[in-house]
T-cell receptor, first 114, second 115 residues
């Protein structure tokens, strides 16, 4: 069964500090992995996409990594800001005969405090 | 501006009533999806449609119904048969075929509360 596990479930950090969120998956056959940011009461917005051949990709203060061998991804946030407070969702895509199937992680809820 | 519009944002329903959540997109996307989000859980797929007048059940379709009469619209009806309908509902769309990145674009969500 395809699964995506995220850790930690929740995290509190002080403004200006860095943090790293983890995503482990058992999805096959792997197609790509996306990180989404979801503000409270809003819809998720894509931050970055990682394909099989990519190890690292940055989007401003967000840096995602992918280790396809160990089936792990991380999202590193540098110099956190209050606006980074949100849930971060890891979504892994598998390609099979039925098309592109998505498996969602449960998310990490990040709170940045002043 | 292009995007996905969900309405209403908040909805209250008495037990035994059906309610319909609206989802409209002007992104010219072929595929549209409905997800349910509960606290601490990943998004779960209710229904999806890849072409007009056709749709498929997702993982938790029981108690829900949809229609796809127009490319732009994919309304979701939460029926009285849904045992635990209180949740946050998200509509999404995606372009299919070459040139599309496979990114899901989400609406702002509809929060349904059953009283």
């Amino acid at each position: 069964k395809n699964q995506v596990e995220q850790s930690p479930q929740s995290l509190i950090i002080l403004e200006g500090k860095n943090c790293t969120l983890q995503c482990n998956y058992t999805v096959s056959p792997f197609s790509n992995l996306r990180w989404y940011k979801q503000d409270t009461g809003r819809g998720p917005v894509s931050l970055t996409i990682m394909t099989f051949s990519e190890n690292t990709k940055s989007n401003g203060r967000y840096t995602a990594t992918l280790d396809a061998d160990t089936k792990q991804s991380s999202l590193h946030i540098t110099a956190s800001q209050l606006s980074d407070s949100a849930s971060y969702i890891c979504v892994v895509s598998a390609m099979n005969n039925a098309g592109n199937m998505l498996t969602f992680g449960g998310g990490t809820r990040l709170m940045v405090k002043p | 501006d292009g995007g996905i519009t969900q309405s209403p944002k908040y909805l209250f329903r008495k037990e035994g009533q059906n309610v319909t959540l609206s989802c409209e997109q002007n992104l010219n996307h072929d595929a549209m999806y409905w997800y349910r989000q509960d606290p601490g859980q990943g998004l779960r797929l209710i229904y999806y449609s890849q072409i007009v007048n056709d749709f498929q059940k997702g993982d938790i379709a029981e108690g829900y119904s949809v229609s796809r009469e127009k490319k732009e619209s994919f309304p979701l009806t939460v029926t009285s048969a849904q045992k635990n309908p209180t949740a946050f509902y998200l509509c999404a769309s995606k372009g299919l075929g070459r040139g599309n990145t496979g990114e899901l674009f989400f609406g702002e969500g509809s929060r349904l509360t059953v009283l």
